[in-house]
């Protein structure tokens, strides 16, 4: 990749949202009692309605660092925002920008406005996940929640979170 992220095509987008949905158990909805996922790898939720802004920013800070430390022999993990857009992201490169004009016959206009995700679930569903589903953070906007999922990210974060005073219990 020559920039922090690569747009998904079609056919890949297709497939990681059928895993997602699937191994994930991913259940959108804005009701309350609905879990949005049901986790195999050990998970804990953090309340960001609770937090102050000062810990949200630190702790969105260290994210990247936390995403490279897990990559492995990978050099990326998806970004998805759901229902908008979908890429490849690699942590270890600053973020630059998040709104990119891609060029595209089928749109009206020539193309349309790609908006890579925040940390922060700000209004849709945010996803940072490691491309076998290992470890991500799954972000939920109506309740205000991040979910980190498996081992590598947990410890990763664990040392930020601890700092910041957010629970660390794992599930």
Known sequence: MDTFYSILDEEESKQIWERIYTELHFQPSVRSGVLPFQLSEPYLVLDLACASEDQI??????VPEAFSQCLGEDNWIYALD???S???YDPRLPITEHSHWVEDERYMGGGYD???PDFYPDGDYYFFVQR???WGWL???WRR???IFGD???DALSPTLEELGFPVKRV
Not at 57 to 62: G, H, K, M, N
């Open 86 to 88: 979908y890429f490849r």
């Open 132 to 134: 076998d589903l290992k």
């Open 57 to 62: 920013d630190r702790l969105f800070a260290q």
């Open 152 to 154: 590598p990210l947990l």
């Open 82 to 84: 759901w229902h908008h």
């Open 139 to 141: 972000g939920h906007p």
């Open 145 to 147: 929640e991040i979910w």
């Open 114 to 116: 790609a908006w890579f």
